[in-house]
Every structure is written in C-alpha cells, then in structure tokens.
C-alpha cells in the first residue's frame, strides 16, 4: 500500500504536463528565442530609434534626452553626410548587380556544364572567402592592391597599374565578401532546371545568350532577390572596408563609427538610414511578386 501511494503522489515529468497542454508546450518552445527577438533585438533597435531623436550638448558633449528631428535633418542639410549615403546607396547597388552579373553563368557552367570534379573545385573557390574572417579578406584585398602588391606585379608590365585605394577598390572587396551569398542561392536554382529546358532551346535555335535571357534568368529570379537581399543590406551596413581600401571613401557605416563617441544621436539617425533603404528596397521587390516564390 505504501509503495502504491508513493507512485501515485510522485510529480509528474515535466514533459507529461506540456504534453497535455499544446499552448505551454508552445510557449516553452518559443520562449527563448521570442526573449532574443524581443529583448535584445527588437528593443535594441527601438532604443536606437529614440536616442536618433536626441541632442548632444554643444559644450560638455553630453546626450541630452528630447524630441528634435535636426539629426535627420543633418543627413540631407550637411553636404558630407548626404553624398556619404549617396555614394552607399550607389555602391551597395553596384555591389548587387556585379555579383547578379557574375552568379548566373557561374552557376550554369558548375551545375550544367563542369564535371563532378570541377564542380567541387568551383564550389570550394566560390565558398573559400566564407571560411576566413572578415579582417583577413579585407588585408588581402589591400595587399593585393597596394603599390608593391599583385595587381601591379602581374599587370605593371602590360602599363596597368592598380585603381589604388578608393571607390573600385572598394567596390571589388564587397563583391569578393558577398559574392558567395548570391552564388549559392543562384547556383541551387539553377541545378534545379530540367536540362530539357536547354535542349528545347536549342532545338528552337536559341543562342547561350538568348537561352540564359529567356529561360534561365526568369527561373531564377526568386534566387536572384534571395542573394540580393544580402549584399545590398550587408554592403550598406559595411564600413571596414572603405576604412582599409577606400582611401579618403565614406559610407554610412564611416559616418557612423565616426559618431558614435563624438555625436550618438548623429550616429543613431544615420544608423536608421540603412534600415530605411532595406525595407524601401523590399518593399519594391515585393510589388514584383519575386518574394511569394521564395
């Protein structure tokens, strides 16, 4: 009889009662992630977001709490910041478009074309620059840049001499940096085309050039938006490299590092501005109907 009570009066595992209640299972399950989207990060930007509203004293430099729009203001009124987020914008487009440029024929050779052996050296080159950190890409993008440094070395007796630190060259480190996120995406769409649809091209007596225009390009499209979502935000967001390669180049994120001692509320409104380009640019995609397919 003892041993009977003892079994009846023992708790109850936890995972018995969260079996019998679905919204507690749930609400374990979603705790800690929604404590990270919502305590961390979501509040982190909302502090942000309120500390872009206020004023920095002119003669002690410290923070005063307000409500003053002059920070937004500054990006249009003073001439630096607005070309800064100008020449972002401009960058960050032409990052995208390059690595667009490069990832389809890229990934047609390696998924239709290249044999199983040059199709893993291909992937291993494209992902290499995933595997090293982010100060070791931009050092060897100087090196390979600088006056001593490979570029010159190959090309200096042909007359071709390297751009030099500044816009291209920083333009060049993005596009080694993000390449990978747009090239794999792309790659998996297109190793997903029926190898028929070539052949009926070409039987219609399509070109290389007029097959990928017409019929791989719209198969891809869903994968194109997916890899420049990435390197549009993460080139905006970029500032290490105008710092190591740009020269005398700003961005948004030099603006901002610059600020972010000196001036936060000045820091905070130009950090908005990031985020307003990626949510305009989404919602542009999003009228295409691109997102729905992803």
Not at 44 to 70: H, I, N, Q, R, Y
Not at 206 to 235: N, W
Not at 250 to 268: E, H, K, R, Y
């Amino acid at each position: 009889m003892t041993t009977q009570i003892s079994l009846e009066t023992r708790p109850k595992p936890l995972s018995s009662a969260l079996q019998r209640h679905p919204r507690g299972r749930l609400a374990a399950l979603l705790s800690l992630p929604m404590v990270w989207l919502v305590g961390v990060y979501i509040l982190s930007l909302a502090l942000m977001l309120v500390t872009a509203f206020w004023e920095t004293d002119s003669f002690t430099s410290k923070v005063k709490p307000g409500f003053s729009l002059d920070n937004f203001a500054s990006i249009f009124t003073v001439p630096a910041y607005f070309a800064a987020a100008v020449r972002t914008l401009g960058i960050a487009l032409t990052v995208t478009v390059v690595c667009a440029i490069l990832a389809v024929p890229l990934a047609i050779f390696m998924a239709k074309v290249a044999k199983p052996w040059l199709r893993a050296v291909l992937a291993v080159a494209v992902t290499l620059p995933l595997w090293a950190g982010y100060l070791v890409k931009i050092l060897s993008v100087r090196i390979v840049f600088s006056e001593q440094g490979f570029f010159n070395w190959l090309f200096g007796p042909l007359g071709i001499q390297s751009p030099g630190y500044g816009i291209v060259v920083t333009i060049i480190a993005l596009i080694y940096l993000w390449f990978p996120y747009m090239a794999i995406p792309v790659y998996t769409a297109v190793s997903q085309i029926p190898a028929n649809l070539f052949d009926a091209s070409s039987d219609l007596g399509a070109k290389g050039l007029r097959t990928i225009s017409t019929v791989v390009v719209p198969l891809l499209k869903p994968a194109l938006i997916a890899g420049s979502i990435f390197t549009f935000s993460l080139s905006l967001g970029d500032f290490l490299a105008a710092k190591f390669v740009g020269g005398s180049t700003q961005m948004i994120g030099t603006i901002i590092a610059s600020n972010i001692n000196l001036n936060p509320p000045v820091a905070a409104a130009f950090s908005v501005v990031p985020i307003v380009l990626v949510l305009i640019y989404l919602l542009a995609v999003r009228r295409t109907g691109a997102l729905e397919n992803l």
